[in-house]
């Protein structure tokens, strides 16, 4: 937490500095990176000890990992429909990669790598060509009528079909900025309400009271970010899969 010289270091937190020491300054391996690859070792951590003990009554971790493999199918098979079952691996593997991100950022001293939009934006940049890649494998040329759709008139066609590319390009902003913006926004506030109680709490009897204002804030800022966490991922993984949707059945 930065105040120094009087101000707020709000965005400080976001600097990217190499992890691992040496090692990381030679391989350009920063704290965000050994945040992706705790948040991927945990998921796959979380499934395989859910998964291990295969009992009829299932226990904490093992209805954990049930209620989550559940939750993303019927998200997949309710947005694309029974094709979605083909996209389950990798909506979960969405999903539960950016919650983790999402969670582990919001403990002191971890590092949100979803508040960087270089992260945000190349996952939003596979969804963008694994959902043209499906479309294009499914419907073949077909799938460019998905930009001229039926029954408009040609003279029209000219005004619409710039509309429609743009309207499908700005996928790619819609996911990578909502996610990064949500992310970012929480810290920042956090780290501003926290640098208060610091400074407020060193200004004598006359900050105490504003200081523990500012603590109440915190706390429930942090309970909101949880919150935040979880719903952003979530909203990710549904567009996610009503792009499928729209690869699969064109409309």
Not at 41 to 55: D, E, F, H, Q
Not at 89 to 116: A, E, R
Not at 145 to 166: C, H, K, N, Q, R
Request: aromatic share 12%; proline share 4%.
């Amino acid at each position: 937490m930065a105040a120094g010289s009087g101000g707020i270091d709000a965005l400080g937190q976001f600097r990217l500095e190499p992890a691992l020491g040496p090692l990381g300054r030679d391989l350009y391996f920063t704290q965000a990176n050994l945040m992706m690859v705790i948040a991927g070792v945990l998921v796959l951590a979380l499934m395989w000890a859910g998964a291990r003990p295969r009992a009829m009554v299932p226990g904490r971790l093992q209805s954990a990992a049930e209620m989550a493999y559940e939750t993303v199918m019927s998200m997949c098979v309710d947005t694309i429909g029974p094709e979605g079952k083909a996209f389950f691996p990798f909506v979960f593997t969405l999903f539960f990669f950016i919650l983790f991100g999402n969670l582990l950022g919001v403990w002191t001293y971890d590092f949100t790598f979803t508040s960087h939009i270089a992260v945000t934006l190349a996952l939003s940049l596979l969804v963008f060509v694994v959902v043209t890649f499906v479309a294009l494998r499914t419907h073949g040329l077909h799938f460019f009528s998905y930009f001229m759709p039926a029954g408009v008139p040609i003279a029209l066609a000219p005004l619409l079909i710039p509309i429609e590319i743009l309207s499908y390009l700005s996928r790619i902003i819609s996911l990578s900025v909502r996610l990064f913006a949500n992310m970012m926004a929480g810290h920042v506030m956090l780290e501003v309400f926290g640098a208060f109680v610091i400074m407020l709490g060193g200004a004598g009897l006359l900050g105490i009271v504003p200081a523990a204002l500012s603590f109440s804030v915190n706390v429930a800022l942090i309970g909101f970010e949880l919150l935040v966490a979880v719903l952003q991922a979530y909203v990710f993984a549904v567009l996610t899969c009503i792009y499928l949707h729209d690869a699969v059945h064109l409309h």
